[in-house]
């Protein structure tokens, strides 16, 4: 029993991808495999609302929570706490609390905190839902499931046999967090990371890891290249220099491409900076798995929506 | 026959409690508890559309109208003129004219400007309906009504036996003054309000009432405390000192609370300053009614659109 | 075959009112006219979702497509461009690539730039639908098309017979140009077109029409007028001098109305600044059909978009 499942080991809130159980894990790709065949589930959630918290922008993960919601036929309530001037000083709890008492079941909060939205899972009213939509640089675990997903649609489900590359600034990201968890739990043959030295984090989350900082040596034979977006704050933090440099030692073009495995697949969860950490050539290349990764992105939502809320 | 009922005495706007029949407002609150007990009216509203024309922003009070929209199955659609540039010069009323033309029935109106909802229902299409979620330091019935909805609750309807305390900037607030025309209506036994001097109306907002400045002699026996929140701009316009002083003076805590009946309730329309006009000790406390409040308001306005909106 | 009509010549896009074939729009009017006489279509889109994505703010626009939406049953997702933080550099295509990959196939994009909306559906998919909601000063079709069924209500679809008189910026208008497009698709008698010299556009946007810089002359015995929106920003690049002078010169007055034919109509796309292109007295007289024209905006939103995305 955690925050996140109960005595039984069922899912009650989604917060991180870390310590989540195998069948779990696995149940959730194979409904969100069902949804992106097109499976049908509108009566799901009907009367069921669902309301995105975000307590920082970001518009696509929104849209893509709303289109699922959408699907399962919840109604849809947003609540843009980081524009919002009504918050008032008013704490995120006291937020939660006021939403839910509107009958509000389910959360999608993103928060720049870490162990933002596991704070306010361990707040809500019993019978309240939580998903985590990204919390500071901890988790994103609906990016790491639609990235999962993505994998086993390219590899059959076949994890142990192949090699993961994930590049960029690690350090900050709780993308590769939860990448990094879910390719463990799923028996990743061998995970690597590449990225400069001051962007990659410590041992704690690199266990297991292979780590390289030359991206041309990194490539070497991989079945997939999961790209990281560069964020503009670190070159004003002096962590990275140009773009052109970075672009020079850590880009992903066609001709690095060719280093790693034949028919090596791409990922990147957007939104990219073209030119920068990703070519147009291979951004919209064969080997570019990066619609497929929205679209799943939605049916991975959908899943983890109606596991959690869906009347059983 | 007023600007909100009709010939027959048939509500037709909701602008103000000031002068609403005690029938008709006895009528809206047994429907919200029907719906706080959890009817189902999801067809109600089906095909009607209810727009929420915000002149002035409020998170909170649009999710309310816009869940309780959703149980009633109408379309919902936000016009945030506070923040929208393409209103352009436009007047209110142009705007709520043009909304009017695309089909839309109901509007949720809140506005900075006193008596300003009234004035567009005076300039509305016959067949149009709105509701005033909050003008100036005018109205705003639908938050005096779920106070009385959550005054009932506890005290089973009997509200002449009993005593009822407003604590704070009455002077300002459009909360005090829908929530003293609902309590004489529904004939409170006492009305007690209590704040600084400078904060408080005259005898026009006020007759009937017993005055307080002191807030320890002001709870003696009360049995209901329905605070209001400490707008910070009274500050910076000199009419309050620092917070620090607001609080010791009016700031409710649990061991200013004994004095009050045993049993009493204290309520708070939110957004709570805490450790201001409430400590968290009394905000969390088992006699605290605010999660009951905003619960009540989704019931509440459900039944003031369903009575509004749906045909007879 | 264009880009907006298929091999068939069935319309896939609206883009342009330009080359529309006179049986694709006349269709569309009728039925946009039974929208307008209350036809119910609310399974027509039921699962299908519409992405307002709008570049360049518009409430209205965005309300009027919204509300078209609903009515056709379809699920609505918003994605405010102009102000989200969250586009963050990515380019307009890949904002549309991302959004259709969730399985949003209906498009209502305004946008900045001339022929912005065309280069998008350029690049969407097969089976994606646009509609340009109005884009840099190319085209407004959806515009046109009400403009065009409030005339055809008012004269009965004798265009051939009518004269027409256009008013204000020509040059910057978006409005003018589709309603010129339109009205010469559907044999309008005259054209007429008046404004200041430096606000009218050249021979290539105004070929066959009647070009005037006085406006009683231009007047004289027309059965339509057409203002146009004064942007304020004209007198900011010194196109226009003052408002006063705008208004003596080019300001619909009930004076200079009574130069047109005996029951001629007025229209303007709104927002109307009052005042200045037209007086309180014509905006709200028995011949303005402005609301009118906001009613129809609807009803041909709803018939646009029923024709491009129900499924046959």
Same mark, same amino acid.
């Given at each position: 029993?955690?925050?996140?499942?109960?005595?039984?080991?069922?899912?009650?809130? /989604?917060?991180?991808? &870390?310590?989540?159980?195998?069948?779990?894990?696995? $149940?959730?790709?194979?409904?969100?495999?069902?949804?992106? %065949?097109?499976?049908?589930?509108?009566? #799901?959630?009907?009367?069921?609302?669902?309301?995105?918290?975000?307590?920082?922008?970001?518009?696509?993960?929104?849209?893509?929570? +709303?289109?699922?919601?959408q699907r399962l036929g *919840?109604?849809?309530?947003?609540? %843009? #706490?980081?524009?919002?001037?009504?918050?008032?000083?008013?704490?995120?709890?006291?937020?939660? @609390?006021?939403? &839910?008492?509107?009958?509000?079941?389910?959360?999608?909060?993103?928060?720049?905190?870490?162990?933002?939205?596991?704070?306010?899972? $361990?707040?809500?009213?019993?019978?309240?839902?939580?998903?985590?939509?990204?919390?500071?640089?901890?988790?994103?675990? !609906?990016?790491?499931?639609l990235d999962m997903l993505?994998?086993?649609?390219?590899?059959?489900?076949?994890?142990?046999?192949?090699?993961?590359?994930?590049?960029?600034?690690?350090?900050?990201?709780?993308?590769?967090?939860?990448?990094?968890?879910?390719?463990?739990?799923?028996?990743?043959?061998?995970?690597?990371?590449?990225?400069? @030295?001051?962007?990659?984090?410590?041992?704690?989350?690199?266990?297991?890891?292979?780590?390289?900082?030359?991206?041309? #040596?990194?490539?070497?034979?991989?079945? $997939?290249?999961?790209?990281?977006?560069?964020?503009?704050?670190?070159?004003?933090?002096?962590?990275?220099?140009?773009? =052109?440099?970075?672009?020079? %030692?850590?880009?992903?073009?066609? $001709?690095?491409?060719?280093?790693?495995?034949?028919?090596?697949?791409?990922?990147?969860?957007?939104?990219?900076?073209?030119?920068? =950490?990703? !070519?147009?050539?291979?951004?919209?290349?064969?080997?570019?798995?990066?619609?497929? +990764?929205? *679209?799943?992105?939605?049916?991975?939502?959908?899943?983890?929506? &109606?596991? /959690? /809320?869906? @009347?059983?």
């Open positions: 029993m955690t925050l996140q499942t109960d005595a039984d080991g069922r899912l009650v809130h /989604l917060l991180t991808l &870390e310590g989540l159980p195998r069948p779990v894990l696995l $149940a959730l790709l194979d409904r969100a495999q069902a949804f992106a %065949d097109g499976a049908d589930a509108r009566g #799901a959630l009907a009367g069921t609302a669902v309301c995105t918290l975000f307590f920082e922008p970001s518009t696509r993960t929104r849209l893509s929570f +709303q289109r699922a919601s *919840a109604d849809v309530l947003g609540f %843009d #706490a980081a524009t919002s001037s009504t918050t008032k000083g008013e704490t995120a709890t006291d937020t939660l @609390r006021n939403i &839910e008492a509107m009958g509000v079941r389910g959360f999608v909060v993103r928060h720049p905190g870490d162990r933002a939205v596991a704070e306010l899972a $361990a707040a809500a009213a019993p019978g309240t839902v939580l998903v985590n939509a990204g919390d500071g640089r901890h988790a994103h675990p !609906t990016q790491g499931l993505t994998l086993r649609q390219a590899f059959g489900g076949d994890f142990g046999g192949r090699s993961f590359l994930i590049v960029g600034d690690l350090l900050h990201s709780r993308v590769a967090r939860s990448d990094l968890h879910a390719l463990r739990t799923l028996g990743a043959g061998r995970i690597r990371v590449c990225g400069p @030295r001051q962007l990659l984090p410590g041992e704690d989350v690199l266990a297991g890891c292979e780590v390289f900082h030359d991206f041309d #040596a990194a490539l070497e034979g991989v079945d $997939a290249v999961m790209m990281l977006r560069l964020q503009r704050e670190r070159m004003e933090e002096g962590l990275v220099g140009s773009l =052109e440099d970075y672009h020079r %030692d850590y880009g992903l073009t066609a $001709a690095r491409l060719r280093r790693a495995a034949r028919g090596a697949v791409v990922l990147h969860p957007g939104p990219m900076n073209r030119g920068v =950490e990703i !070519t147009d050539e291979v951004a919209d290349g064969p080997q570019s798995l990066v619609l497929r +990764q929205v *679209a799943n992105g939605v049916a991975v939502r959908m899943a983890v929506l &109606e596991t /959690l /809320l869906a @009347r059983r």
